[in-house]
């Protein structure tokens, strides 16, 4: 995995670099300070990962997020920040982020986490994503459509696929965004209707742009499955 680290100090910026060119998985290819020195060296690296800060001397990192995408629509962004906010967890995620994690996490559970991406998961603490989820689920479920929607709950998978439905996307584009078999996918979306009581695909979609999936809680290859 090619990495870029995002970070306006420099001594932290040199031991996160350290510590991840001594994994074998790992390559550090650039350091910036600032977001318009990530976005250069973006171009110029391809990295595969951005490890960003959410405060930087030009612009907030999360709000630079949405143009670090449109450039590089597969590269994953992941927060690491002494901002512990479950609100800045979530709208950084809903904006495309693929984790937020803190600055005093242990090196360990950093790689861990970072390893996590490459199978398709947050790289977030399971109190966030629990919080996460709880906030999302409430708007997933349409109350006039179930007979009990209390106990209508979509997995985090499911609800990436919803997403990735109410965008427009293929069965076989939504296996090459969630990296996941195109049977997988089927499977997934069959589970979705049952659930939500819909009729057809097209409802599903409807529905989901209805509750701004397309833009909102769409983190590819993130989801608490596998599958």
């Known amino acids: 995995m090619r990495i870029l680290i995002v ?3 420099s001594l932290f910026r040199d031991g996160l670099a350290r510590l991840l060119n001594s994994q074998p998985d790992f390559e550090v290819v650039g350091q910036a300070g600032t977001i318009q020195e990530a976005l250069t060296l973006m171009e110029a690296q391809k990295p595969d990962l951005v490890m960003m800060d959410l405060g930087l001397p030009d612009g907030s990192g999360e709000r630079t997020i949405t143009r670090i995408l449109e450039n590089s629509r597969d590269v994953n962004v992941v927060f690491l920040t002494i901002h512990a906010s479950e609100e800045l967890a979530f709208t950084a995620i809903r904006r495309g982020a693929k984790g ?3 600055k005093d996490i242990a090196a360990t559970a950093l790689l861990t986490a970072l390893r996590q991406l490459k199978r398709g998961e947050l790289a ?3 109190a966030t994503l629990s919080h996460m989820v709880d906030e999302l689920l409430p708007i997933t479920a349409p109350r006039n459509s179930v007979d009990n929607p209390s106990e209508v709950t979509l997995t985090i998978r499911e609800i990436q696929v919803l997403a990735e439905v109410g965008a427009g996307y293929s069965n076989s584009e939504i296996a090459g965004n969630l ?3 195109e049977n997988t996918v089927r499977v997934h979306i069959h589970n979705i209707l049952q659930k939500l009581n819909f009729r057809n695909r097209q409802e599903a979609a409807v529905y989901a742009r209805r509750h701004g999936l397309p833009n909102g809680f769409v983190p590819k290859r993130s989801g608490q499955e596998n599958s």
């Open 7 to 9: 970070d306006d100090h």
């Open 100 to 102: 937020f994690l803190m």
């Open 124 to 126: 977030v603490s399971r």
């Open 179 to 181: 990296s996941i078999s």
